[in-house]
């Protein structure tokens, strides 16, 4: 059961707690918006939680990784922002190198 230390070991400045249930937490990334649901399992007496991720707040969750604890969640998730933003910021300058091109061609007919 997901006790009161999980809950504290979650960063709230970072994530956004939306739905806390005995075995279930929803959280939000303040960074990106995504959601994401950790799952409390127990497999041979070793406890561990599952990890979903959808990018808004309706549509089903699709399972992204397991890991031991919710701290361990948290990094994941965080280690996931970083990824993601660095992935929008290089998308971001492709498309203004292809604006670029477009108008110096625009330029030189």
């Known amino acids: 059961m997901i006790d009161q230390t999980d809950i504290d070991s979650i960063n709230k400045k970072y ?4 739905e806390k249930k ?3 937490v929803v959280i939000r ?3 990106t918006g995504h959601y994401w649901c950790l799952v409390e399992q127990e497999y041979n007496n070793h ?9 808004h707040s309706s549509g089903p969750f699709h399972l992204q990784k397991s890991r031991p604890s919710v701290g361990s969640c948290c990094e994941y998730i965080r ?10 910021k290089r998308k971001e300058e492709r498309r203004a190198r ?9 330029l030189t007919r």
Do not use: M, P, V
Request: proline share 0%; glycine share 0%.
């Open 15 to 18: 994530f956004e707690i939306i």
């Open 22 to 24: 005995d075995y279930t």
């Open 29 to 31: 990334s303040r960074d």
């Open 47 to 55: 406890r561990f939680f599952q990890i979903s991720h959808r990018h």
């Open 79 to 88: 280690s996931h922002d970083l990824y993601h933003a660095e992935r929008k």
């Open 98 to 106: 292809r604006r670029a091109e477009l108008d110096e061609k625009q």
